[in-house]
């Protein structure tokens, strides 16, 4: 099951704290460890019963109303993530995400979908409260928002609509519009039509990565970015 977490390219970058390497090999041993959990637990529930290759006719991984985390001047290559804002290998695949996003921006559009897992008790709830700010145009600042305090209000069976909602006042928002589009069954809708296609897709962890339309399992960061080069050279 692909749990990739993007590398450096061959122009490093330096940041402060830990660099991108280790972040990512640190990333890849947490996404192992609950890989091996969710597969157990898929198995208990009897959801997403497919294996991790392949795909169906009917499901789409791309939709015209995919939320694009960046959209490339001259596309040539789309990367789509399939993603559950509670999970800790979606966390450490953020800021590559970004990375990946600002070395290859030019040429590769990023599309991330939503696929709240079972055992996350707020995951469905942070989804819709990123559709809800995409709906007044906010889907990349409240997606950012969800990684960035991801420590503070994941994995208890508190319900963090309050704090969600603060985050959507932080934002500026029209809280009016935000409430009614949480109220709203269409918007639980809207995330639920990406866990479809994702199940359809037999995504069975995230964070799950297509290429191309075609699912991709790099064993290493810098297959990763190998392929991405490849799809944009194509």
């Known amino acids: 099951m692909p749990t990739p977490a993007p590398t450096t390219s061959t122009k ?3 940041k402060a704290g830990l660099s991108l390497p280790n972040r990512i090999a640190i990333g890849l041993l947490v996404a192992a460890a609950l890989v091996v959990g969710l597969v157990a637990l898929v198995s208990a529930l009897g959801d997403d019963e497919g294996q991790p290759a392949g795909t169906t006719s009917t499901a789409e991984v791309v939709r015209d109303d995919s939320h694009r985390l960046s959209q490339a001047p001259d596309e040539k290559a789309v990367l789509v993530e399939f993603l559950d804002f509670e999970c800790e290998s979606c966390l450490a695949a953020y800021p590559v995400v970004e990375d990946l996003s600002e070395d290859y921006g030019e040429h590769l559009t990023i599309i991330s979908r939503y696929f ?17 700010a ?18 503070e209000w994941s994995h208890t069976n508190e319900d963090r609509s309050p704090v969600f909602r603060g985050y959507a006042e932080d934002l500026g928002l029209d809280l009016a519009e935000y409430d009614a589009a949480i109220a709203d069954p269409a918007t639980m ?9 994702g199940m359809a897709l037999e995504v069975q962890g995230t964070p799950t990565f297509f290429l191309e339309g075609r699912m991709i399992q790099p064993a290493t960061i810098e297959e990763f970015r190998s392929l991405i080069e490849t799809a944009i050279a194509d």
């Open 134 to 151: 995409a709906q007044q145009g906010r889907f990349k600042d409240m997606h950012a928002r969800m990684y960035e305090t991801q420590t």
């Open 12 to 14: 490093p970058r330096t």
């Open 189 to 197: 809708e809207r995330v639920n039509a990406d866990k479809a296609d």
């Open 116 to 132: 709240p897992l079972p055992g996350h008790p707020n995951s469905e709830t942070a989804a819709a409260a990123v559709e809800a």
